[in-house]
């Protein structure tokens, strides 16, 4: 079975343009990757449970931060690799330079024995939406064009 992660979009409006918050992963795996490399604050959850609250404790594990809702519901899509991703829309104003996110362990450098602790997160950053159709994983790119749907802000599909 795909994995499943629950996740959610933090926006703002800020000079009249729409913005997202978009998070970088941690790990030396992911240190010089950039465009195509952030994602929507999100996480796994387990069957049963239920993926708005799997998604509001995934943000706050990532980023030391709450939202307080509404959360308005963007659907489903499903990334490269095949895991599903849920997501709602939820409007806040939070200070990226608050960023606290939770940590892994993983051998590093690969067959050295040694373990390290990584940030899950490493760096948090508002995008205006335009640019974080770029700047975010390919199979997350319809939970923007959904949000911007919802919200009247004109952002089309890319390369459809």
Not at 13 to 24: A, I
Not at 29 to 49: H, N, Q, T, V
């Amino acid at each position: 079975m795909a994995k499943q992660s629950a996740g959610l979009v933090l926006y703002r409006h800020r000079e009249g343009k729409l913005e997202v918050l978009l998070v970088h992963p941690g790990g030396p795996l992911w240190a010089r990757k950039d465009e195509g490399a952030w994602s929507i604050p999100k996480g796994e959850f387990e069957p049963g449970e239920d993926p708005l609250e799997a998604a509001q404790r995934e943000f706050y594990e990532e980023t030391g931060y709450r939202p307080e809702g509404p959360f308005r519901p963007l659907g489903e899509v499903r990334q490269a690799g095949g895991k599903r991703v849920v997501a709602w829309a939820c409007e806040g104003n939070w200070d990226p330079q608050q960023l606290r996110s939770n940590t892994f362990q993983m051998e590093w450098p690969p067959r050295s024995g040694k373990i390290c602790e990584f940030p899950e997160v490493d760096r948090a950053e508002w995008f205006k939406i335009e640019d974080a159709q770029r700047k975010i994983v390919a199979g997350q790119r319809p939970l923007l064009e959904r949000l911007a749907g919802l919200l009247g802000a004109g952002c089309r599909e890319s390369g459809r």
